[in-house]
């Protein structure tokens, strides 16, 4: 392998499992053979020793390994790699909110709110509330509350420096979600933040999100990791949680069952908060 320097590491360098160069001299000596240069002996020698060549398996699976840039692909490069996509999948992104849309955003209590900085940054954060807590203002725009958080406001700074952001529906039980994604915008708006004045108390903002691109992503993640089978719940246990992880990151000393507890009770405190002055704790 060769060490490549890559501006998007930062000035690190990192290994590739081929260089520019060696791809260009492939390219050249396939040329050769093609145009009956070479003849198919010496390029059988070239090729296996460059690392590109096929290997039978048992009931005629059969494969081809070939040595490829890591991380230098071009588009056509990685499109080789990938069969094309279904015609269904082709043209399942649609703009705007049709019915079938909505009623899975009516029954969501959850979404993840995916943002780009104007350092080019990324960022993913969860957003929670009761079912439907996303509201659509018609059949284009959807709002997002902004609730008790930590208020490190890092979606919110995204989305007011670059404009957009991607969301991803969740419904508990379901495999299937609902991607959204589109021009974004923070709004002060008294009649945007009154939407949740029945259930919720009124936020300071709301990420407006314009449905640009509407689309439904397929159940194989969801079924591939059993997400929703307690089957495999218990399994979570066995996860530090958040304060364990701060203490391996150097961010607060140990911590005992009096922090934790400490740490639990400021959630319930900050979801109480969520509520308006007249409705019951949930």
């Known amino acids: 392998m060769a060490a490549v320097d890559d ?39 070239y090729r296996l020793l460059r690392g590109t060549y096929g290997q039978r398996q048992p009931e005629a699976v059969h494969m081809i390994r070939v040595k490829i840039p890591q991380g230098l692909l071009t588009a056509d490069q990685l499109e080789a790699l990938y069969r094309s996509p279904s015609r269904l999948v082709q043209h399942k992104k649609r703009g705007g909110l049709d019915s079938g849309s909505l009623a899975l955003i009516e029954q969501s209590p959850f979404v993840l709110v995916g943002t780009t900085g104007a350092d080019g940054g990324v960022d993913v954060s969860p957003r929670g509330g009761p079912r439907g807590f996303v509201r659509p203002l018609d059949d284009t725009y959807l709002a997002i509350p902004d609730l008790n958080g930590n208020n490190l406001i890092d979606s919110l700074r995204a989305v007011v420096a670059t404009g957009s952001a991607g969301l991803l529906f969740v419904v508990p039980g379901k495999d299937e979600t609902l991607r959204v994604n589109g021009a974004a ?43 929703w089978s307690p089957d495999t719940w218990a399994h979570g246990l066995a996860a530090p949680y958040a304060l364990d992880v701060l203490v391996a990151q150097g961010v607060i000393p140990p911590v005992d069952d009096e922090v934790r507890a400490v740490m639990e009770a400021g959630y319930a405190d900050d979801l109480a908060a969520d509520l308006p002055a007249d409705l019951p704790e949930r």
């Open 7 to 45: 501006p998007k590491t930062m000035g690190r360098a990192r290994l590739s499992f081929a260089t520019e160069a060696e791809v260009d001299e492939f390219a050249e000596k396939l040329a050769l053979f093609e145009n009956g240069d070479i003849g198919p002996d010496e390029w059988r020698v």
């Open 185 to 227: 915008w923070v709004t002060t708006d008294p009649s945007v933040l009154g939407r949740w004045d029945d259930e919720l108390r009124r936020p300071n903002t709301a990420i407006v999100v314009r449905a640009d691109e509407v689309f439904v992503h397929c159940a194989k993640a969801f079924r591939r990791s059993a997400l």
